[in-house]
């Protein structure tokens, strides 16, 4: 199968989105993957990110959320961000019908689809790259409330540089988490997975890092 391009109607507006197949032979489910407040569905970290999930043997759906669409840089209220997300995903079961159906994405696209996920949304699985756990420089901001109420099996990827995202307080907030969730903490990587010289790793080694974990994770989930 080739890629395939969508307009998702979202209230009286649409948006866009597109499905593209697993990079291999077995496909071990489809990921609805959102992308983060300052980018969009065509960005340079959402496209590694969909190509190192292709690899690791999902079919890929990226998507922009409304505001992104209209061209704004403003984010959209969460409930909206929710209400996008859940109107791709139904479009997905409808067109695709896949076996196993994953949601998440990058920073604030994967908050959303946690927040989905912690009011009963029904996945096979959440899967978060760089989850945003507070504001830069705003640990005291937890955004963590909801994710107790979390019960699908969770796989979430974060740097240890993450500015966004610091470990101690993560690994604090994971000790009141019942859904089982395995963490991966990429050593040297930021919110964008941007490794430095100096660390002796790459970009590129990072994304292929996520993306074996996430082969190993599918196939604990078939």
């Not at 391009?5 to 077995?26: F, L, M, N, R, T």
């Not at 937890?142 to 109420?149: E, F, I, K, V």
């Not at 993450?162 to 307080?169: F, G, Q, S």
Request: charged content about 20%.
């Amino acid at each position: 199968m080739s890629a395939i391009e969508w307009k998702i109607p979202v209230g009286d507006a649409h948006v866009s989105a597109v499905y593209e197949p697993v990079i291999g032979d077995q496909e071990l489910g489809v990921f609805v993957c959102a992308h983060g407040a300052g980018g969009s569905m065509s960005d340079r970290g959402m496209l590694a990110t969909a190509n190192s999930m292709r690899k690791a043997g999902l079919g890929v759906v990226r998507f922009n959320f409304l505001y992104k669409e209209k061209g704004s840089g403003r984010p959209d209220p969460m409930p909206l961000l929710m209400t996008t997300t859940s109107d791709v995903v139904a479009h997905v079961r409808t067109q695709l019908a896949p076996k196993r159906l994953y949601v998440g994405g990058r920073s604030m696209g994967g908050r959303a689809a946690s927040m989905l996920a912690a009011e009963g949304y029904a996945a096979d699985g959440l899967i978060l790259l760089a989850y945003p756990l507070h504001p830069a420089g705003q640990p005291e901001k937890l955004r963590d409330a909801h994710l107790p109420r979390i019960a699908m099996p969770v796989l979430c990827f974060n740097g240890t540089r993450d500015a966004l995202c610091t470990r101690e307080l993560m690994e604090r907030a994971l000790t009141t988490v019942k859904a089982p969730w395995q963490m991966q903490w990429e050593e040297g990587a930021d919110h964008s997975f941007h490794v430095l010289k100096s660390t002796g790793r790459t970009d590129a080694q990072v994304m292929e890092s996520i993306s074996q974990a996430t082969q190993r994770w599918l196939r604990t989930q078939s």
